[in-house]
């Protein structure tokens, strides 16, 4: 665990260390075996580098000495036991921070408002030294779901329901023999002799909707 950090707050790099990503406005969390106040932390910024991740956050405004201005710590990833995206914008690490001969001294931290591409990133990075130590992988799958998106999933739109017929069965079938031509009929409402036309509903002489074919 290393505890260092430029004068303007930005991580001090090792040779041969590169940033990969960045995020802003990360807030820790810790659970258990940790011996510094990582609660009293505000939200800071979280650097994804290519052996560890970096938490540096702002708890002075002005200070004799620049690096004063600023706290945080780093986990390595050859420090780090297992790794679970838990929840939309949160990682969880169980990490070692002490070793001893005896015991070491474990941690589970948690990350939270990290984006999406940040949480892959770091569990790859950790799958990947799980594997070169030789150690049974125990990361989740870098993919995190959206719940509205699952819920389409889960959730299928039904197609329509049909509309349902205007006539019987014997009525439509007299109809489709009708087809496009015209046939005399007489209004029910007014007694008018009326031109009717297939789906005609409206009679021209009263203006009244009638049903001018009874079932």
Request: net charge neutral.
């Amino acid at each position: 665990m290393d505890r260092y950090w430029e004068d303007d707050g930005k991580p001090f790099l090792f040779q041969n260390e590169q940033v990969l990503l960045t995020a802003a406005g990360v807030t820790p969390k810790v659970m258990s075996g940790l011996n510094i106040k990582l609660k009293d932390f505000d939200k800071g910024t979280l650097y994804v580098t290519n052996i560890r991740l970096v938490f540096i956050c702002q708890v002075k405004k002005k200070a004799k000495d620049p690096r004063l201005m600023w706290d945080g710590f780093s986990l390595f990833y050859s420090d780090v036991d297992s790794a679970s995206i838990v929840g939309k914008g949160s990682l969880k690490i169980e990490a070692v921070l002490e070793k001893g001969t005896l015991r070491s001294k474990k941690a589970n931290i948690y990350f939270k408002d990290i984006p999406k591409d940040i949480q892959n990133e770091a569990v790859i990075r950790i799958e990947e030294s799980l594997k070169d130590r030789g150690m049974p992988v125990s990361v989740d799958e870098p993919v995190y779901v959206e719940p509205e998106a699952e819920k389409e999933k889960k959730v299928k739109e039904k197609p329509a329901a049909p509309p349902p017929p205007m006539y019987s069965e014997s009525v439509d079938y007299l109809l489709n023999e009708i087809g496009d031509e015209s046939v005399e009929l007489t209004c029910p409402l007014c007694g008018s002799l009326v031109t009717y036309q297939r789906g005609m509903t409206t009679c021209p002489a009263c203006r009244q909707q009638v049903k001018f074919i009874a079932d």
